[in-house]
């Protein structure tokens, strides 16, 4: 029989119903990790080749939110509830409003979801949300009220086993959460190590020695280079260290934390 049309073939392959199960689960895959349509699922998927840590990479590097097919939610009704956390005279939410809006999802604010929030968000600042930030949040989510946010918690936690997820949301971390004071390439220590025991806890072995270190060295600050290398570091070195090569493209620091531990558990 002769091949369809190419249109008809391309019509085919716009849902889920023209592709193989494999591309089926992949197309899956990716709305569980981004919260996005099928629609936008397949588009990406098919332009990478059907590699779904590429398509998610993608994704979150064209801000995500901006790709998802058409109205999910009501923007009238995340308007007014910003209108509802804002602070008084102006138009953006505050330390006091972020406070409200924790007690109404029930969390506490140093929970890693108000983090998960504010990397849909796109924040800009810790401890404050413009009203394009919460919409932007909201609306990638697939929300419109506090009870559907808090129904969000389980897809937005589950993004963190994610590899190419998880990276994004390390690296806006680092952005998010730096002070104008110590420079646009550095954090605190005290706020990096929060951050470490936030995003990384449970999944970095050596973090507590990590922060021993860090604190006997009396580390003022860390670098965008450390914190993305700790990542790298984390993903490729063997649990002994003895692949560590001394002579690659480390920062020195993690050179030295690797002389410590290992002259401390000689």
């Known amino acids: 029989a002769a091949a369809p049309p190419v249109a008809a073939r391309t019509a085919s392959m716009s849902s889920s119903g023209g592709l193989a199960r494999a591309q089926k689960d992949k197309a899956k895959q990716f709305c569980v990790f981004t919260g996005a349509s099928e629609r936008v699922a397949i588009s990406l998927l098919k332009r ?3 590699h779904l840590e590429s398509a998610v990479d993608a994704f979150f590097a064209s801000g995500g939110a901006a790709l998802t097919a058409g109205p999910r939610v009501d923007t009238a009704k995340i308007g007014s509830l910003f209108d509802g956390y804002k602070e008084d005279g102006e138009d953006t939410i505050g330390i006091p409003g ?3 809006f924790c007690s109404d999802l029930g969390v506490e604010p140093t929970d890693v979801i108000m983090l998960l929030i504010a990397w849909q968000m ?13 919409v932007r949040g909201f609306s990638a989510v697939g929300a419109d009220t506090i009870d559907k946010m808090k129904s969000s918690f389980p897809a937005l936690r589950s993004q963190l086993n994610e590899p190419a997820a998880f990276r994004d949301f390390y690296g806006f971390c680092f952005g998010f959460a730096k002070d104008p004071g110590f420079g646009v390439r550095t954090l605190p220590m005290e706020v990096a ?11 970095f072995k050596y973090l507590d020695a990590w922060l021993e270190f860090c604190q006997i060295k009396q580390v003022k600050v860390i670098t965008k280079d450390i914190w993305e290398m ?18 690659g493209a480390w920062p020195v620091l993690l050179d030295e934390f690797v002389e410590w531990w290992r002259q401390k558990n000689v």
């Open 193 to 203: 190590r929060e951050l470490w025991q936030l995003t990384l806890g449970g999944r």
């Open 98 to 100: 972020l406070e409200r």
């Open 48 to 50: 990478t080749d059907w």
């Open 122 to 134: 796109r924040a800009a600042t810790m401890c404050v949300f413009t009203r394009e930030e919460w």
């Open 230 to 247: 700790l990542l790298t570091f984390n993903a490729s070195i063997k649990d002994d260290m003895s692949n560590f090569n001394e002579d």
